[in-house]
């Protein structure tokens, strides 16, 4: 392995000690550090061969954490797909999500979250808000009116 293979692979070892990347976000950290395009190849190659470097990993870390901040499912995928993860790990990852996720319960515990006094039952601008704020989580509208009625 030359020098330069050698730092590039260092430098995303570490970074991937942190949290797990997907291959397009860690080519674009290496390659702001200034590292050497077929180094980066070549080093990116080597952490996939070992294991440490895995896109389906990194779809499921990414989705579970985006569901746990209460984004929608299809919501959190779109994001993922924006961040470059390649999309047969992500469909894997969303068709492993689908069965433990439902919409309902998702939003109905990110308001209980957001507002435990309930007080979008007493007030309408306080309801818009809340249904705006569900909305840009990610949820469609049936399922916003379906919590925000009961």
């Known amino acids: 392995m030359n020098q330069a293979v050698q730092a590039a692979y260092s430098i995303a070892l570490r970074l991937l000690t942190q949290r797990e990347h997907c291959e397009v976000e860690l080519r674009q950290k290496l390659l702001q550090r200034d590292c050497d395009a077929l180094a980066i190849d070549s080093a990116l190659e080597q952490l996939k061969d070992y294991g440490y470097l895995s896109e389906e990993r990194y779809a499921q870390a990414f989705l579970r954490s985006r569901l746990k901040k209460g984004e929608a499912l299809w ?4 994001k993922a797909r924006q961040k470059g993860v390649d999309e047969e790990a992500l469909q894997s990852a969303i068709e ?6 439902d919409a309902f319960d998702a939003c109905k515990t990110l308001l209980s979250k957001r507002d435990p006094q309930q007080q979008w039952r007493h007030d309408q601008r306080i309801w818009q808000r809340q249904a705006r704020y569900l909305r ?4 469609d509208t049936a399922v916003i009116m379906q919590v925000l009625s009961k």
């Open 96 to 101: 492993e999500a689908e069965h433990a996720y």
């Open 75 to 78: 919501f959190a995928a779109e």
């Open 136 to 139: 840009n989580k990610g949820f």
